[in-house]
């Protein structure tokens, strides 16, 4: 991993863009019923290695190139995609984050994942490696010229109050367990630092930890508040909860290390790196935490 202060606009894209950003749209698609043998002249025609099974608009499975070539090995003729798909299937949903897609890729080593709407977990897409580097290659592309002009302002903003200490304070209140929500105090908190024209690399910093600390009152607790304050010199970032509180410390900044739920582990949050990322994007960092009591976070970055 970079050091500090070398964060790259992909890593800070990988934290803001959504799964429905990175999509493909419409997809193609097969229905159970559809036979094995009609399955080869799709897979071939549309040059794909695999596509959602779906029932309506509702998908009922996924069914890949190995799956075709197990059935050519030993199948039956009259076979048909409801016999051989797979129906445990792993989604996403269209307004997650896609650091959280790019983690169940990795941690499943999946090659796609279907992308659902939340709520009615209707299809909408299908998102595959490709798909992202695509995706975060457009982003790149719209966003350098923005970026090679901004100007590093923050240094200079409190030159015209007359104050012995000034600060700007934002806060922001933080729903446990709403995982629709998760992630938008953080995206605020980044908006609202772009437009004190905050250095780009001091921004991606700030945006990871905002976006790590707020993931874990999502995750760990019923509810707090994120908070950062911009001084001359530098930018303190704060979550608070009234939590569980961490028993221990050195354990939870171990890389890997979690206690999330096996529920919260399927929706792809909870894997164990939140403090770590916030820690090595932090120039200080301190955690005090109490059973029964709460945590508290501060991260403090230089500018």
Same mark, same amino acid.
């Given at each position: 991993?970079?050091?500090?202060?070398?964060?790259?606009?992909?890593?800070?894209?990988?934290?803001?863009?959504?799964?429905?950003?990175?999509? *493909?749209?419409?997809?193609?698609?097969?229905?159970?019923?559809?036979?094995?043998?009609?399955?080869?002249?799709?897979?071939?025609?549309?040059?794909?290695?695999?596509?959602?099974?779906?029932?309506?608009?509702?998908?009922?499975?996924?069914?890949?190139?190995?799956?075709?070539?197990?059935? !050519?090995?030993?199948?039956?003729?009259?076979? *048909?995609?409801?016999?051989?798909?797979?129906?445990? $299937? *792993?989604?996403?949903?269209?307004?997650?984050?896609?650091?959280?897609?790019?983690?169940?890729?990795?941690?499943?080593?999946?090659?796609? /994942?279907?992308?659902?709407?939340?709520?009615?977990?209707?299809?909408?897409?299908?998102?595959?490696?490709?798909?992202?580097?695509?995706?975060?290659?457009?982003?790149?592309?719209?966003? %350098?010229?923005? #970026?090679?002009?901004?100007?590093?302002?923050?240094?200079?903003?409190?030159?015209?109050?007359?104050?012995?200490?000034?600060?700007?304070?934002?806060? %922001?209140?933080?729903?446990?367990?709403?995982?629709?929500?998760?992630?938008?105090?953080?995206?605020? /908190?980044?908006? $609202?630092?772009?437009?004190?024209?905050?250095?780009?690399?001091?921004?991606?910093?700030?945006?990871?930890?905002? %976006?790590?600390?707020?993931?874990?009152?999502?995750? %760990? $607790?019923?509810?707090?508040? /994120?908070?950062?304050?911009? #001084?001359?010199?530098?930018?303190?970032?704060?979550?608070?909860?009234?939590?569980?509180?961490?028993?221990?410390? +050195?354990?939870?900044?171990?890389?890997?290390?979690?206690?999330?739920?096996?529920?919260?582990?399927? !929706?792809?949050?909870?894997?164990?790196?939140?403090?770590?990322?916030?820690?090595?994007?932090?120039?200080? *960092?301190?955690?005090?935490?109490?059973?029964? +009591?709460? $945590?508290?976070?501060?991260?403090?970055?230089?500018?």
């Amino acid at each position: 991993m970079p050091s500090k202060g070398e964060f790259t606009k992909t890593q800070e894209l990988v934290y803001e863009m959504k799964a429905g950003e990175a999509m *493909t749209s419409p997809v193609v698609t097969v229905e159970p019923k559809t036979s094995m043998n009609g399955l080869r002249e799709i897979l071939r025609s549309h040059r794909i290695s695999g596509t959602p099974v779906i029932s309506g608009d509702r998908l009922v499975g996924v069914i890949s190139i190995e799956d075709f070539i197990n059935w !050519l090995a030993n199948g039956s003729p009259e076979a *048909t995609v409801a016999e051989k798909m797979t129906k445990n $299937t *792993t989604t996403v949903y269209e307004d997650e984050p896609l650091v959280q897609v790019v983690s169940i890729l990795d941690r499943h080593g999946f090659g796609r /994942l279907p992308v659902v709407r939340r709520g009615d977990n209707n299809l909408v897409g299908i998102v595959t490696r490709g798909d992202i580097i695509k995706g975060l290659l457009h982003k790149l592309e719209i966003g %350098y010229q923005e #970026e090679e002009i901004h100007r590093y302002r923050a240094s200079h903003i409190f030159e015209d109050i007359i104050a012995d200490h000034t600060a700007l304070v934002f806060q %922001y209140c933080v729903t446990g367990k709403d995982f629709k929500k998760a992630g938008f105090g953080a995206t605020r /908190l980044k908006k $609202t630092l772009g437009r004190l024209e905050i250095h780009p690399q001091v921004l991606r910093r700030a945006a990871i930890i905002a %976006y790590e600390a707020e993931m874990n009152i999502v995750i %760990y $607790t019923d509810g707090g508040e /994120l908070m950062a304050k911009v #001084e001359p010199g530098q930018i303190t970032i704060e979550a608070r909860d009234d939590g569980p509180g961490i028993a221990d410390i +050195e354990q939870a900044l171990k890389p890997g290390y979690s206690t999330a739920e096996d529920w919260v582990r399927e !929706l792809g949050f909870g894997a164990g790196m939140g403090l770590c990322n916030i820690k090595h994007c932090a120039d200080q *960092t301190s955690l005090d935490s109490r059973v029964g +009591e709460g $945590t508290r976070l501060e991260a403090k970055i230089a500018i």
